[in-house]
C-alpha cells in the first residue's frame, strides 16, 4: 500500500460536480398514489424501491444506464453519447416499462450471445421483467420464457456461474416475504440456457438457511452478491439481509451451500446495502455492509443504530469485523454502496446513500434528509468521511449508486437513484496526476463479459485486484469491468487475468492511462485447460510439456478417485496431481477435498477423524486430527465452531482445514497448505490425501463403502488447485 501524505495529496485534488443537467440525466422518481395511507400505514416496499443499472447495452464502448422511474413515467435508458451526455431511447429500445414499480435493474449477458440483456425486478404487484438484447439498439421481451415467474416483490439481482458450467446464473432478493417450511424461497435460479432457468433454492441448501433463523419468518434478503470468498475458483454468496440475517454462504462445489456465517462476526442489525472488494490490496475480497446508525444511539422502533460493517476477508471464506479501525460505521440510513478508486490513488474509497421515512416528522424524521457519505481511504486501512468537502451532496431518498467512467477520461464518476426525488449525476473532477488502468474482458462463450474472473496489476507499489462481477449494490449495478488507480506509478509490470473456468493471460509490461480490451482465446486444452479423466498420468504432464498447460494455460485433471472397501482403520488414498513443466518453480498452496461416506454414519463423539497429507514417499506434510469426542466443544483443542456444531475449522501458521459432518453422515475435509510448504517444480511427487477412521470401528462394516468424491486438480498462477466435481 501507498502512504499516508501522499494519500493526503491525493484526496485534495479530488472533487466532484453536479452536472445532472448538463449530462441531459434530469428526472424525478415517483409514485401517483401516497405512500402513507389515511390509516397511517407506510407502504415500506414502494418507499424501498427503485434503482440504476451500468452497462454497455450496444457495444459502442461506452457506459449507458437504465433508470427506474416509479409509477408516474415510464422506466428510462439513458444511451451514452460519448461527449459527456445522454439520450434517452427506452421507447425506441422497447425496454420503457410504464405505469409500475420497478426495482434493481441489472444488465447481463444472459444468453452468451455478445449482448448485455435487461433483468427489472419489481414490488407492489409489479413482476419481475427480462429483455433480450436483439442486438440492434432494441430489446424483446422474454420473460415468459424464463421461468421467473415470481409474485414475490423483487428488489434486486445478481448473476453469476455458480455451478460452473459456463453459464450465467441469477439470485433475487425478496425483503419481507414469508417463508414456509418445505416452500421454495425463490432465491436461487440455475441457467438452463435459451433464457430458461430453474428454481433451485431448495436443493442448493439456500430456503434452509434463510428459514433456520428467519426473523418473524420473513425472507429478508436485500442485496444479493456472487463472489468468490475464497478464491478457490467457485462463487459463494453474500446476502446483505435486514434485522440480523445477513449470511455467508459457501459455495460447496456440488450444487450446495453452506452456511459459513460467523454469529459473532456477522453482526449487522440491519444489512441493506453492499460494496464488495479488496480494500486493503491483499489479495482477498472484502464485504462492506451499509446498516442504520442513529447519532442518539438509542432504539426507538424495531431497527438497530449501531451503524455500517465492514468485514475484512481472511482468505479461507471467514471475514473479521474491522468497522471501528477503518472508520465506516457512523453512516445514518444506509441504502446503495460501492468500492471504487475515485482519486486514482491505489486503494479503493467507499461511498453510500442514505435517507428514509414516510414524512419529515417522528418516528423516522432524523434519517428524512440523511446526506450520503463519502470515505476516503488513507492507504492504512482507514478512512475519512468527506462528502460535503469532496462536493457530492446529496440529502436525497438515495436508493442505488453506481460509480462508472462516464466520459472515458479515466476517473470515475457518481450516479444517484433517489427514492421519490430527482436523481443526481456527480461528475468527477479528478486531474491527470494520478494514472489508471481500466481492464474489459471479452470471455468465450456463454460467458462473454468473464463474470467470476480475477484481474490482476502490478506495479513497484503493490498488486491490486479486482473480480468481475455483475452484482448489487443495493438496486444498483457498476459495470462489470476493472479499473484500477496507479498513483503516481510509472508502470505496469505485469497484468494477470485468471479466467472463471480456468486458464490465464500474462501481460506486461503494459501502458498506463488506457482502456485495454483483453480477449480470451480457445486453445487446444479447450476453455483454458486441458482435462483427462484418466487417473494421475502422462496425459497431464502432456499437457504441461506441450504448452497447453503450464504458463500458457492452467491444467486440468480430473481424477475419478477409486477407492476399494476398507477394512476398520485402514487408510484410504488416493495420489493427486503431479505437475510438470511449469518452466520455473512456484511456490504454492495445495488445496485438497476429501469426502467419505460409510454405509453407517459416523458418530464423532465416539469416532474421531485424522486427516492428512502426505508426499510420494508417505512422508507427511500435513496432519489434522479431531479426535473421538471433538464435535464435543468442551473436548476440542485447537479448534473452533465454524457453523450449527457440526462444522469446525483449524489454523496454523502452515495450514488450514474445515472438516464439516453432514446430516447424511458423510464427513467432508478440505485442507489448505499454505505459506510455500509446497514448492512445485519438476521434481514434484504426487500428493496423497489419507483419512481414517480413529479409533479403531467396532465393526469393518462401518468403511466398508468408503470413498473420495471425484477431483479437478488444477494449476493457477503456481498453485495447485483441487477440487471436488461431482
Not at 28 to 55: C, K, M, Q, S
Not at 310 to 336: I, N, P, Q, S
Not at 400 to 408: I, K, S
Request: glycine share 12%.
Amino acid at each position: 500500500m501507498l502512504g499516508g501524505l501522499c494519500h493526503v495529496a491525493h484526496a485534495q485534488s479530488l472533487s466532484f460536480t453536479d452536472e445532472t443537467t448538463a449530462a441531459h440525466v434530469p428526472y424525478a422518481h415517483g409514485y401517483t398514489v401516497p405512500l402513507l395511507h389515511p390509516n397511517g400505514a407506510f407502504d415500506e416496499p414502494r418507499a424501498i424501491a427503485g434503482g440504476v443499472a451500468t452497462g454497455d447495452y450496444n457495444n459502442d464502448g461506452q457506459i449507458d444506464l437504465y433508470a427506474v422511474h416509479g409509477d408516474i413515467g415510464p422506466n428510462l435508458l439513458f444511451r451514452n453519447l460519448g461527449d459527456g451526455t445522454f439520450e434517452e431511447v427506452a421507447a425506441t429500445a422497447d425496454v420503457d416499462l410504464d405505469g409500475v414499480s420497478s426495482s434493481g435493474p441489472i444488465f447481463a449477458d444472459i444468453d452468451g450471445d455478445g449482448f448485455l440483456d435487461l433483468f427489472v425486478g419489481g414490488v407492489g404487484g409489479t413482476p419481475v421483467t427480462v429483455f433480450r438484447n436483439e442486438g440492434d439498439n432494441t430489446f424483446e421481451d422474454v420473460t415468459l420464457t424464463t421461468g421467473f415467474a415470481t409474485g414475490k416483490n423483487t428488489f434486486g439481482a445478481a448473476f453469476g456461474d455458480y455451478d460452473r458450467d459456463g453459464d450465467l446464473d441469477a439470485v433475487l432478493s425478496h425483503w419481507a416475504t414469508p417463508l414456509v417450511t418445505g416452500v421454495t424461497s425463490e432465491t436461487l435460479w440455475r441457467n438452463d440456457g435459451a433464457f430458461s432457468f430453474t428454481d433451485v433454492s431448495l436443493e442448493s441448501g439456500i430456503t434452509a438457511v434463510l428459514f433456520g433463523d428467519a426473523f418473524l419468518g420473513l425472507d429478508l434478503t436485500f442485496t444479493p452478491n456472487f463472489v468468490d470468498i475464497d478464491s478457490d475458483g467457485w462463487l459463494d454468496l453474500l446476502l446483505a439481509n435486514d434485522f440480523k440475517q445477513s449470511k455467508v454462504l459457501h459455495n460447496e462445489g456440488d450444487g450446495t451451500f453452506a452456511d459459513y456465517t460467523a454469529p459473532g462476526v456477522i453482526t449487522d442489525e440491519n444489512g441493506m446495502g453492499a460494496a464488495i472488494g479488496d480494500y486493503d490490496n491483499d489479495g482477498v475480497l472484502d464485504w462492506f455492509v451499509s446498516s442504520i446508525w442513529d447519532p442518539s444511539g438509542s432504539t426507538i422502533e424495531n431497527w438497530g443504530v449501531t451503524g455500517n460493517r465492514l468485514y475484512r476477508g481472511l482468505g479461507d471464506g471467514t471475514f473479521e469485523d474491522v468497522t471501528d479501525a477503518a472508520g465506516v460505521r457512523e453512516g445514518v440510513w444506509g441504502w446503495g454502496a460501492t468500492f471504487a478508486d475515485f482519486d486514482n490513488d491505489g486503494d479503493l474509497d467507499l461511498f453510500h446513500t442514505n435517507g428514509w421515512g414516510a414524512v419529515a416528522g417522528p418516528p423516522t424524521g432524523d434519517f428524512f434528509a440523511d446526506p450520503a457519505r463519502f470515505f476516503v481511504s488513507d492507504g492504512e486501512g482507514a478512512f475519512t468521511e468527506q462528502s460535503a468537502f469532496l462536493g457530492v451532496v446529496d440529502t436525497g431518498h438515495g436508493r442505488g449508486v453506481v460509480a462508472f467512467d462516464q466520459e472515458r477520461d479515466g476517473d470515475l464518476d457518481l450516479f444517484i437513484s433517489n427514492n421519490r426525488g430527482p436523481s443526481r449525476f456527480f461528475r468527477n473532477a479528478l486531474g491527470t496526476d494520478e494514472s489508471y488502468l481500466t481492464v474489459r474482458l471479452h470471455g468465450l462463450t456463454p460467458n462473454t463479459q468473464a463474470i467470476g474472473a480475477r484481474v490482476y496489476a502490478t506495479t513497484r507499489a503493490g498488486t491490486q485486484m479486482r473480480e468481475i462481477r455483475a452484482g448489487s449494490n443495493f438496486e444498483s449495478q457498476d459495470p462489470a469491468e476493472a479499473h484500477f488507480g496507479l498513483g503516481a506509478a510509472s508502470e505496469i509490470t505485469q497484468l494477470r487475468v485468471l479466467w472463471p473456468l480456468g486458464g490465464f493471460t500474462d501481460l506486461g509490461p503494459v501502458a498506463m492511462d488506457q482502456i485495454l480490451d483483453i480477449a480470451q482465446t480457445a486453445s487446444s486444452c479447450g476453455n483454458g485447460t486441458t482435462e483427462t479423466t484418466a487417473a494421475y498420468s502422462e496425459e497431464c504432464d502432456l499437457g504441461a510439456e506441450n504448452g497447453t498447460g503450464g504458463s500458457a494455460c492452467q491444467v486440468n485433471c480430473l481424477l475419478p478417485a477409486s477407492v476399494p472397501p476398507c477394512t476398520a482403520n485402514a487408510t484410504l488414498d488416493q495420489p493427486r496431481l503431479r505437475v510438470t513443466g511449469l518452466g520455473k518453480p512456484g511456490r504454492g498452496r495445495a488445496r485438497i477435498r476429501g469426502y467419505v461416506q460409510p454405509d453407517v454414519a459416523i458418530d464423532p463423539v465416539a469416532s474421531g477423524l485424522h486427516a492428512f497429507v502426505v508426499d510420494g514417499a508417505g512422508a507427511a506434510l500435513l496432519q489434522i486430527l479431531l479426535p473421538g469426542g471433538a464435535w464435543n466443544p468442551v473436548l476440542r483443542s485447537g479448534w473452533r465452531a465454524a457453523r450449527n456444531g457440526t462444522s469446525f475449522h483449524y489454523r496454523s501458521p502452515s495450514a488450514s482445514a474445515r472438516l464439516t459432518l453432514k446430516p447424511s453422515g458423510r464427513v467432508r475435509v478440505r485442507i489448505i497448505q499454505k505459506n510455500g510448504s509446497y514448492a512445485i517444480d519438476s521434481s514434484d511427487e504426487p500428493l496423497t490425501l489419507s483419512l481414517q477412521l480413529d479409533p479403531l470401528a467396532e465393526t469393518p462394516a462401518e468403511c466398508a463403502a468408503a470413498s473420495f468424491s471425484t477431483y479437478d486438480c488444477v494449476v493457477r498462477s503456481s498453485r495447485l488447485r483441487c477440487r471436488d466435481s461431482n
